[in-house]
């Protein structure tokens, strides 16, 4: 159906203004809101024109206190609204863990279903972009930690728009990450009109059969390139979307490794207790017996995200990093 | 500030009370109702028939007189571990609290025609989700209140502060309930904040602040009827402060006599909330023994069937731990519920 449609070519940041108008026009109980997302259509003007549009009742700013934004929408959710927060940076959503971790992923739990919490949380994330400190922090193995929510981290316009719909018709928290270097660092066609894609789905970006790299968000690009170079040596490499993080799609990941035998897992965060971890463990309990090597991380380094240019192309995987890995896994 | 006070120590009428003499008497069969499920409560947490138990002796009027003003099919209450008694005067059946008392799953959501949120435990996290909930209202075009109650311990939580902000920010029709009851556990009110008044906390964020005789219930009922008032006409939140006190030790689990004297607490018994609306009542010649005999038949009559109702729930199954995760059961709970059910 989505094939049949008209498209045009888009970046992520139009992708989600578009789904956020489709999603406010759709449905009234959708309320956006967030630091500086009215009048000034958000730092990243994902937001742009809307409250113009839809006026101060439903695209929103709020007081600059992230644990009243995530807790404000909570409650609008409990009362039966469709809650869709920014918060301007996902470094700056710790002030709202204890709202996230105490609250947003149990509320359904701890009343057995009686109040629930339909609510889309936007962050920025990632770097690549010079930014300030905390400004291109990848905390998805905090959010990947947390009971009852879901995380999404798309990585293409199309993909972003359908996704953002799906995760505000779903009746569960979702956590919507989006890399700042993506926002305006890639461009793709995008259907028109209302769509959704469904959440808990990988999908294979590339095929290949020496070895799978898997990547989400941000890191797509880095491993399509990574991919790219190995072919024009005759090294066919797999590159799995995981897309979403929570649900995970086992299936298609493990189903990569039978295919390949061999893996790579690539991710932006801190490499100890990143999301990383979980796609090696995984791989490790239910593939051990077709892997040919053992399974190489590429991440972040253990310590904080540096900030500004100067050594932050240091810090964040890049292609040559994944090739050096993709070597090991060829030649162990 | 002035404290709001109807009734003396003695619970004799300082002034005229702006309450029907029906009203007076449903108010005082709510503070007895909430005392008798205070009191036996805490014998079947001694009998292991609860788990830990926050017993809220002293501080039934705060609650009911709040819980009293609001319609539980309609308002909103998100109320802390503290708060059975206004759970229970706003609606929630007894068998159920006391079911949620054992930390059965049974117990753990509202009838649907009670919109109260399963007891918070973390201190103030409501408070936002409150200015939430009332906000929606406004949104929605419905007139409903939300209310919310928190300790004055919890006045220091960094949320009770974005929570008060967001709501008088939007005017969401909130009442933020603070029962001053002295002891944040073991550490008392001067040492948790430096001011001599909880509501004079509201003028930082541009909304009334009031401060009421939390032991006496026809100021409470009536300080929190004008705030529920207000709220529905949309003029905004309301922060009251109800002096009170913890006659009970902080939970079934608490020793007070390590950080507090008898002699306070003997202070704040001659204060009752129950003796001084019961005094009320016969003074105003609406009350008598015998009645008060038959309150309080009526009231174990009515407390041991519903015992018996919460006796009745089935064993919570080992698999309900990985239901209503999520509202479709992804597949690592699907895989968990297998297992526990031996499926696997
Ligand atoms: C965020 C958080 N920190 C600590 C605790 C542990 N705790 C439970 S009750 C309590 C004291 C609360 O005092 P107050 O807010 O005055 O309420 P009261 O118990 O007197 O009704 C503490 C520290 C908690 N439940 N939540």
Known sequence: MIAERQTRVLNNVQAINEALDLALAQDPRVVVFGEDVGTMGGVFRASDGLQQKYGERRVFDTPLAESGIVGFGIGLAMAGLRPVAEIQFAGFLYPALDQILSHLGRMRHRTRGRFTIPMVIRAPYGGGVKTPEQHADSPEAILTHVPGVKVVIPSSPERTKGLLLAAIEDPDPVFFLEAIKLYRGVKGEVPEGYYTLPLGRARVVREGSAASLFCYGGMVEVCLKAAEVAAREGVELEVVDLETLIPLDTQTLLASVQ?????????????????????????????????????????????PYPPFSAVENHYRPDAKRVLEAVRKVLTH | MDTVQYLDDHGKPLRDIPLSNEALLIGYRALRRARHFDERALVLQRQGRLGVYPPFRGQEAAQVGVALCLKADHDWLLPSYRESAAALTFGMPISKLILSWRADP????????????????????????????????????????????????GTSEGDFHEGLNFASVFNAPLLVVVQNNGWA????????????????????????????????????????????????????????????YRVAPHTSSDDPSRYRTEEETERWLKRDPLLRMKNCLLHLGLWSEAQEALLTEELEAEFLSAVEEADRAPEPKPWEIVEQVYQEMQPDQQAAWNYLRGEA
């Open chain 2, 106 to 153: 049974a117990g753990w959501g509202a009838p649907p025609n009670v919109n109260m949120v399963q007891f918070y435990i973390p201190i103030a996290t409501q408070i936002p989700q409150a200015a939430g909930v009332a906000h929606a209202q406004r949104l929605l075009g419905k007139d409903a209140v939300a209310a919310v109650f928190i300790g004055d311990g």
């Open chain 2, 185 to 244: 556990i073991s550490v008392p009110t001067q040492k948790q904040m430096k001011v001599q008044r909880i509501a004079q906390k509201a003028q930082g964020y541009g909304i009334p602040g009031i401060t009421v005789d939390g032991n006496d219930l026809v100021a409470v009922w009536s300080v929190a009827r004008e705030a529920v008032e207000r709220a529905r006409r949309g003029e905004g939140p309301t922060l009251i402060e109800a002096l009170t």
């Open chain 1, 259 to 303: 295919k390949t035998g061999r893996a790579v897992v690539v991710y932006e965060a801190m490499r100890t207790g990143g999301f990383g971890a979980e796609i090696a463990a995984r791989i490790a309990e239910e593939a051990l017996d077709y892997l040919q090597a053992p399974i190489v991380r590429v991440a972040g380094w253990d310590a």
